[in-house]
């Protein structure tokens, strides 16, 4: 009964920022890495960003480095993803997996546009 909720989507304009959370429960979340995957309109899911279980590793797709960074609270169970520079192609359904779980939720929508 693994759940993650997605939130904090939205529209936003070019070059503006968002802040995704994650929510998880149902499994020991600090022993997990996570990581945030998106899918755009007519795009495969791709992975965006990875965070260790501590938080002390971090990895990021070429496309959004040095734009976005994942973080985690394991105090509240919550990965983060704070998106800056948002660009129209960054566009997509945004999704959070622990570790190699196959267990997503509903995503949280992210439209960037004029």
């Known amino acids: 009964q693994v759940q993650l909720v997605e939130s904090g989507g939205g529209l936003v304009q070019p070059g503006g920022s968002l802040r995704l959370s994650c929510a998880a429960s149902g499994f020991t979340f600090s022993r997990y890495a996570m990581s945030w995957y998106r899918q755009a309109p007519g795009k495969e899911r791709e992975l965006v960003a990875y965070i260790s279980s501590t938080g002390g590793s971090t990895n990021y797709a070429d496309s959004v480095k040095g734009r976005f960074t994942i973080s985690r609270d394991n105090a509240k169970n919550t990965v983060y993803l704070q998106m800056n520079s948002v660009k129209p192609e960054d566009t997509a359904v945004y999704y959070c997996?622990?570790?190699?779980?196959?267990?997503w939720g509903q995503g949280t929508l992210v439209t960037v546009s004029s």
């Open positions: 997996r622990a570790g190699s779980l196959d267990a």
